[in-house]
């Protein structure tokens, strides 16, 4: 095809019930048309079942032949559930019925195709008599994992592979990875026994989603899944639901897409091509917004400027990917503090996503980042028995490690106390002013409530405090170890209310955990930072106003170059109030409304 993105491929997920319809070649026509009205489509995933209803065979392979006539790519696709709208009912691995009719679904789908994947339902919620007498004394986790991973081996792959030797066999892990382990969700011995992984992006709204997933877990989801399967993460997924603006459909497509991923899915071609509703919280004003970026606005809207339902999704989508690739091609590859999480882990759930909301970019692995010099450690990191001596040794040797209260907490009594004498008390302390050094006091226009952090004067020290009236606690606080420093962050009891912190107190949070960064970034919470190891960054805002930031570079640096328009942007170099010169300097940048700006330092 001639027809397709420079940097990326942009692929359609065809639900059964659909691909049962495409018999009607007219319907899928003109359904097709809409869609490639606005994107440029290089491949299209036809499902042959989903709720225990399973597409003819003619309906997939004329379905298949329409789209290849094309030149588009096709791929099969399963999605393993008796009833979704019943919670998500899935198959019960334990019973026959089951297990016979997926291993035929597998072998049924591979005849087909050379590729199929895994719509993100290949886990169990089920809880059958079966289920409880097969279980015995295993906790359920434990249970579900055995079952799962065996399932993926005997029901899926070795029938697809027998009934197709060239057959690539994909699994897509839905959005909810914290929490994978107690529904079957293998992921340490998961991503090795399939061909490839596939990510689920699709954040919605956080305020009204269940999941109150945060728009930068859309990114900080693909560099986790990256980290599991090197080079074998296939791309990421999005869908249009519960996104109360066509901006928050566009922000969940870029930010898939600045993860550096090649492939991007449009889930699906039914809710592609349906109208767009009104939001059910607030009301779109038609600002433009994220449509600044590529006048996708005016591809949205009518000629009398009111919002165009039909085909909205396809002309947003469209315009989203047109704006991303202009600049794609040159960035690197991404970089971020690492954030350290073992597998089947949990606690603080999503809580790297809610810092890298803060500007502070992050990269979420599966192993410790033993040649880092700064690592970020969240309570999920007290599942690794030995976290405890790693820290030691990483504090030791010259490097920085910054644990959270919640992790604090969990490994008072496993032995952190050989590195500082901390701990967390029962008490909590609300405030919305705050101190840092002899800065001064910053005052946020909300309170947070943070835990208190307890320590031994001049053994360790606080370097932002949080003010409770005649008292205080620490909201940062480091203890020197060896070379290196460890750094405790009292995380509020609300991760939301990170974003109440004052700006002042946000920048000097990052001036210790983003310290080896080529880049940092001072701006309001909700504002993200994205490095890539070739001198490029975007700044990312995720507010509904302009936002007046800086970007912190080296001092030695000319400045900022703006990757779309080519203007240089220079800054002065910073002197302390007592006129020592700091070594870095400021470029002030500023980002439209649920917009982005990229640079190349220079």
């Not at 949070?509 to 930072?529: D, G, T």
Request: hydrophobic content about 40%.
């Amino acid at each position: 095809m001639t027809n397709r993105y420079q940097n990326f491929d942009v692929a359609i997920y065809c639900r059964a019930q659909e691909v049962a319809k495409m018999k009607d070649l007219e319907w899928l026509r003109q359904g097709f048309e809409t869609i490639s009205s606005g994107v440029k489509v290089s491949k299209v995933y036809l499902e042959t079942h989903r709720d225990w209803f399973v597409a003819d065979e003619e309906a997939v392979l004329g379905a298949k032949r329409f789209f290849e006539e094309r030149g588009i790519q096709t791929a099969g696709g399963i999605t393993v559930t008796v009833n979704e709208p019943n919670r998500f009912q899935t198959y019960c691995y334990t019973n026959p019925e089951h297990r016979a009719k997926l291993k035929d679904l597998a072998a049924y789908t591979a005849r087909m195709f050379d590729e199929l994947i895994l719509d993100d339902f290949f886990f169990t919620n089920c809880k059958c008599e079966s289920c409880i007498q097969a279980k015995g004394s295993r906790s359920w986790t434990r249970f579900r994992l055995d079952l799962m991973t065996a399932a993926a081996s005997d029901l899926i792959i070795k029938p697809a592979k027998a009934a197709n030797p060239k057959v690539k066999v994909v699994i897509k892990y839905p959005n909810w990875y914290e929490h994978f382990q107690g529904l079957g969700f293998d992921l340490e011995r998961g991503p090795a026994l399939f061909d490839g992984i596939y990510t689920g992006t699709e954040t919605r709204d956080a305020v009204i989603g269940n999941q109150h997933l945060q728009p930068y877990h859309g990114y900080s989801i693909m560099r986790y899944f990256e980290n599991l399967k090197p080079g074998g993460n296939g791309g990421g997924w999005v869908d249009p639901f519960a996104s109360l603006t066509p901006d928050r459909y566009a922000e969940q497509l870029w930010m898939t897409l600045f993860s550096k991923t090649h492939e991007i899915t449009l889930f699906d071609f039914r809710s592609v091509i349906s109208p767009f509703m009104e939001p059910q919280r607030g009301a779109w004003q038609g600002q433009g917004t994220s449509f600044d970026n590529d006048s996708a606005l005016a591809a949205a809207k009518q000629p009398d400027g009111s919002l165009r339902k039909e085909a909205i999704f396809p002309l947003t989508a469209g315009a989203a990917f047109e704006s991303v690739d202009r600049f794609l091609g040159e960035l690197g590859q991404p970089v971020g503090v690492p954030v350290y999480k073992p597998y089947h882990s949990y606690g603080e759930d999503f809580l790297p996503s809610y810092l890298g909301m803060l500007g502070i970019p992050v990269d979420v692995r599966p192993d410790f980042p033993e040649d880092a010099p700064v690592v970020i450690l969240t309570e999920a990191s007290k599942f690794d028995q030995g976290i405890v001596e790693k820290i030691e040794y990483h504090v030791r040797k010259g490097n920085a490690v910054v644990i959270t209260s919640g992790l604090l907490r969990a490994l008072q009594d496993r032995g952190i106390r050989h590195v500082a004498e901390l701990e967390v008390s029962d008490r909590r302390t609300t405030t919305n002013k705050f101190l840092i050094g002899w800065s001064g006091i910053f005052e946020g226009e909300k309170p947070v409530t943070v835990p208190q952090v307890t320590y031994f004067t001049n053994d360790s020290w606080e370097e932002i405090s949080c003010m409770g009236g005649v008292t205080g606690c620490p909201l940062l606080h480091s203890a020197t170890y060896g070379l290196g420093v460890l750094y405790v962050l009292a995380v509020p009891d609300n991760f939301g209310d990170l974003y109440h912190l004052p700006e002042g107190v946000l920048s000097k949070m990052k001036e210790f955990l983003a310290a080896k960064l080529p880049a940092r970034l001072e701006a309001p919470a909700q504002v993200a930072l994205f490095l890539y190891d070739n001198d490029t960054l975007i700044v990312e805002s995720f507010l509904d106003e302009s936002v007046d930031a800086q970007v912190v570079i080296a001092a030695g640096r000319k400045g900022l170059r703006d990757i779309l328009t080519g203007k240089e942007i220079t800054g002065e170099e910073r002197v302390t109030r007592f006129g020592q010169k700091t070594g870095v300097q400021g470029c002030p940048v500023t980002v439209k409304p649920h917009s982005f700006r990229v640079f190349k330092l220079i």
